[in-house]
T-cell receptor, first 108, second 113 residues
Framework: DAKTTQPPSMDCAEGRAANLPCNHSTISGNEYVYWYRQIHSQGPQYIIHGLKNNETNEMASLIITEDRKSSTLILPHATLRDTAVYYCIVRVNNDMRFGAGTRLTVKP | GAGVSQTPSNKVTEKGKYVELRCDPISGHTALYWYRQSLGQGPEFLIYFQGTGAADDSGLPNDRFFAVRPEGSVSTLKIQRTERGDSAVYLC???????????FGPGTRLLVL
C-alpha cells in the first residue's frame, strides 16, 4: 500500500498562505490523493482530492507533481480557524489509510 | 443538508460490559464506514458496508467487535466484553457509493473504566 510522509508540525502566520507538503513516492497510477483535516474533538473534514491534475475548490488548492510522488495542499489565506491536523491520504480501495498528519498552527 | 450523525457523543462503561454505537449516514449514501481513533493517532479503518452487507471487515481487531446495517441505512457497531484498550473515538463515515468521497461524523468517545 502506498504510504504518505508528512512533517509532524508547521506554523503559519494568519493571512498568509499555508503550504502543507506530502510525499507519496510509492503511489500507483490509479490511486487518488485525498486531504482531510481534523479540528480538535471533531470528525475529519474533507478538503480536496486529485489524481494527476491540480485541483482547486473553495477551501484549498492541491498541487500534484508530474511524477505524482508528492503533493502540496495550499490554504491561500490561513485563518486561526484553520488550525488543525491535516492528513494526506493515498486512497487504497474503500478504506482511508490515515497517518499521523501535520499539525498546522495558525498564529496571529 | 444533514451530515453524518453519531450517538451517543460520549459513552462511559465498565470493563466487561457490552456497548452499542449508532451511526446515521447522510441520506442516500449507500456506503458506510467505521473507523477507530486512539489519542494522538489518525483514524484506523474497521469495517465498510455497501448497502446491507459488510463488504470489508478486515479492520475489526477481534471477534468482540461486530457491526450491522440491516436496512442499508443506520449502522450499529457492537463491542462485547469491553476492555480498557477499547477506549477511543469511534468514527463513522458515509459516501454516495463506493470509491466516492467519504464524509465523517463527529464520533463517539468511548471510555472503558
Amino acid at each position: 500500500d502506498a504510504k504518505t510522509t508528512q512533517p509532524p508540525s508547521m506554523d503559519c502566520a494568519e493571512g498568509r498562505a499555508a503550504n502543507l507538503p506530502c510525499n507519496h513516492s510509492t503511489i500507483s497510477g490509479n490511486e487518488y490523493v485525498y486531504w482531510y483535516r481534523q479540528i480538535h474533538s471533531q470528525g475529519p473534514q474533507y478538503i480536496i482530492h486529485g489524481l494527476k491534475n491540480n485541483e482547486t475548490n473553495e477551501m484549498a488548492s492541491l498541487i500534484i507533481t508530474e511524477d505524482r510522488k508528492s503533493s502540496t495542499l495550499i490554504l491561500p489565506h490561513a485563518t486561526l480557524r484553520d488550525t488543525a491536523v491535516y492528513y494526506c491520504i493515498v486512497r487504497v480501495n474503500n478504506d482511508m489509510r490515515f497517518g499521523a498528519g501535520t499539525r498546522l498552527t495558525v498564529k496571529p | 443538508g444533514a451530515g453524518v450523525s453519531q450517538t451517543p457523543s460520549n459513552k462511559v462503561t465498565e470493563k466487561g460490559k457490552y456497548v452499542e454505537l449508532r451511526c446515521d449516514p447522510i441520506s442516500g449514501h449507500t456506503a458506510l464506514y467505521w473507523y477507530r481513533q486512539s489519542l494522538g493517532q489518525g483514524p484506523e479503518f474497521l469495517i465498510y458496508f455497501q448497502g446491507t452487507g459488510a463488504a470489508d471487515d478486515s479492520g475489526l481487531p477481534n471477534d468482540r467487535f461486530f457491526a450491522v446495517r440491516p436496512e442499508g441505512s443506520v449502522s450499529t457497531l457492537k463491542i462485547q466484553r469491553t476492555e480498557r484498550g477499547d477506549s477511543a473515538v469511534y468514527l463513522c463515515a458515509s459516501s454516495l457509493s463506493n470509491f466516492e468521497t467519504q464524509y465523517f461524523g463527529p464520533g463517539t468517545r468511548l471510555l472503558v473504566l
